[in-house]
């Protein structure tokens, strides 16, 4: 039996952990291509945390309706049928979620190659060995990779919070480049603003994760909701302090230029070597995030085991941790296989707007539950049901550009 070992603080740790990756340290430039103003680009970074908000709501109210292993996958289950979880699950495995872990866990090489250099091979290796790390972690127990979570979590945040105090304490009075040359020099657009939202979201990815160890929770139809809403809003937090010290020392043209972002800014504020603090906060960002997805996803497999739609050697737990070993171990068997080939770009490019398309059934799923007699959750979200219905549409537009 899985043990309940998750408590409001690290379920919080999770939800902000797997957000907070990469995207807001590495690509902001996508936004700023399509908005030509400073107002428009903080407009969007808020509107896409809003979103996300309007999609955890609805992953809250589900949550408290069926705190069960398996987030996501349970609610379709429950709102449609098995076919559409399992389908859920399928495309996690062997894509959406291998995918993230392999990408993430390249991008920490990439940065510890800063401290240690290291050609192609040893940086596919390095990424091989984070992911089989964390999996020996995860599988010493749910506590433990939950303790690494918090603990990556609070400094992340705590590196960020320091960063946006330091940047404005530092530029203090002076006239800031990117509002001075922020005179629009294009024209926004319908498409050019749903490109940026869409580049925003994505930012925002993970935020559903913490519902696969809802059977690893305490209280799980009052602790996830409340860490779904929390950690929300404290990545919208953050990344609009972020992207507001982003745009106060650089010129709009350099940012829409830059594919290192936070690294440009850091030497902008302190000079040549703010850039070396930055692979430090990148590093520490990344392994926390693949921590928490590394943590999430065998979880699924776990439920799907258990429903028999796969493998039933896959549902086995450990006999001394109570863990889904055996899904940690073919995860992570899988996520090095697209590691060390190198496919986990083209899965990762061609498998977002998959994600997006359940996200939109997840949430159409409370139009379905709602209309039944038996269906009772302890939480029901705000503004049902215009906000879902905006989330809907919202989701849809992303898979549609």
Not at 260 to 278: E, I, K, S, Y
Request: with cysteine.
């Amino acid at each position: 039996m899985l043990q309940k070992a998750l408590g409001i603080t690290p379920a919080t740790a999770m939800v902000v952990g797997t957000i907070i990756g990469v995207s807001i340290f590495v690509q902001p430039s996508e936004i700023t291509r399509q908005m030509p103003t400073v107002g428009g680009i903080l407009l969007v970074w808020i509107a896409a945390g809003v979103l996300t908000l309007f999609g955890a709501l609805a992953c809250a109210e589900l949550a408290s309706a069926f705190p069960r292993t398996g987030g996501v996958y349970v609610y379709l289950n429950e709102a449609y049928s098995p076919a559409v979880g399992f389908l859920w699950g399928w495309a996690m495995f062997w894509s959406m979620h291998t995918g993230i872990i392999a990408a993430i866990a390249m991008v920490f090489a990439r940065y510890a190659a800063v401290f240690i250099p290291m050609g192609d091979l040893g940086l596919r290796l390095t990424a091989v060995g984070l992911i089989v790390l964390l999996s020996a972690v995860n599988i010493l127990g749910v506590r433990y990779g939950a303790r690494i979570q918090t603990a990556f979590t609070v400094t992340k945040v705590a590196a960020i919070v320091v960063m946006m105090v330091a940047g404005g304490w530092l530029i203090g009075g002076h006239v800031v480049p990117s509002v001075a040359d922020s005179a629009p020099v294009m024209t926004t657009t319908a498409s050019g603003f749903a490109l940026a939202m869409a580049a925003g979201l994505f930012a925002y990815g993970g935020w559903h994760m913490v519902t696969f160890a809802a059977g690893e929770t305490r209280d799980a139809a009052r602790t996830i909701p409340l860490a779904l809403v929390l950690g929300t809003i404290i990545v919208t937090v953050c990344y609009a302090g972020l992207n507001a010290l982003y745009l106060s020392v650089l010129p709009l043209e350099t940012l829409r230029a830059s594919t290192r972002v936070a690294a440009d800014a850091a030497d902008a504020l302190t000079g040549r070597g703010g850039a070396v603090a930055m692979a430090v906060l990148v590093v520490v960002s990344t392994f926390g995030a693949v921590n928490g997805i590394i943590l999430a996803g065998p979880r699924v497999y776990y439920s799907m085991a258990q429903d028999g739609l796969v493998f039933s050697w896959v549902g086995v737990l450990h006999e001394r941790f109570h863990t889904p070993h055996r899904a940690l171990i073919l995860q992570a068997v899988w996520a090095s296989l697209l590691t060390l080939t190198g496919t986990y770009r083209a899965l990762f490019t061609r498998v977002v707007y998959t994600e997006w398309t359940f996200f939109a059934l997840m949430a159409g799923g409370l139009f379905v539950l709602r209309r039944r007699s038996n269906y009772a959750p302890r939480y029901r979200m705000w503004g049902y049901p215009i906000i879902p219905a905006v989330f809907i549409i919202a989701s849809l537009t992303i898979v549609a550009f």
